[in-house]
């Protein structure tokens, strides 16, 4: 029997054999490419904007609503950082709709920035006791924040973060029966931990329904 498997937060990563969901106002510019091209001549959006293609078959969905799929009807599902980008009551809504949506014994991989990853490597840079190290203070807000440092990065702003504690009683909470912290590509299932591809700064987990 065919998996049915969602991947969500894919940005233009598409996977075979998974359904691709971002929620990307270029996902809909794309399929309109007349109007894409008149909001670039307007300076509405950048040129980096305007020359990015994304791939035609990802679905442009907002997954801090509801997802479109039945109770137990997905085996797989695959995130990786998207949650931070969504403030608490809304990522924990996503979290609790990944719980709905999956079958029985099927499988949550979710991996986000970490929170205690970050702060230790900003102590790290200010370990002298001297004043604050400006370089380890912007690298650490970049990441917290993000969009707020930089125009440029407008719309990637981290709106809330996670470590492994709070995450872990998180996903317990919302009923997940097994919830490990994993490595980067280890994890319960081979195809869903291959898909990593942030290694240093993230936190690896696998939620079992």
């Not at 969901?21 to 305007?50: A, H, M, Q, T």
Request: net charge positive; hydrophobic share 35%; with cysteine.
């Amino acid at each position: 029997m065919k998996e049915f498997k969602l991947n969500l937060g894919c940005g233009r990563r598409v996977l075979p054999g998974f359904v691709n969901i971002d929620n990307s106002p270029s996902v809909l510019l794309d399929r309109w490419p007349s109007l894409k091209r008149g909001l670039f001549l307007l300076g509405v959006i950048s040129r980096e904007r305007y020359e990015t293609v994304w791939p035609l078959d990802v679905i442009w969905q907002d997954v801090s609503k509801k997802l479109p799929y039945k109770n137990g009807s997905i085996d797989k599902i695959y995130s990786s950082h998207l949650l931070e980008h969504l403030d608490k009551k809304c990522g924990e809504g996503l979290l609790q709709e990944c719980f709905r949506v999956l079958k029985k014994g099927g499988i949550f991989r979710l991996v986000i920035p970490d929170l205690e990853f970050h702060a230790r490597r900003y102590l790290q840079g200010v370990s002298n006791g001297g004043p604050a190290d400006r370089a380890a203070h912007d690298d650490f807000l970049w990441n917290i924040y993000g969009a707020y440092l930089e125009k440029r990065r407008y719309g990637a702003t981290h709106r809330y973060m996670y470590d492994w504690p709070t995450l872990r009683l998180v996903l317990a909470e919302m009923g997940f029966s097994r919830v490990l912290r994993q490595e980067f590509q280890k994890g319960l299932d081979q195809e869903l931990c291959l898909l990593d591809n942030r290694p240093e700064e993230s936190l690896h987990i696998d939620a079992t329904k």
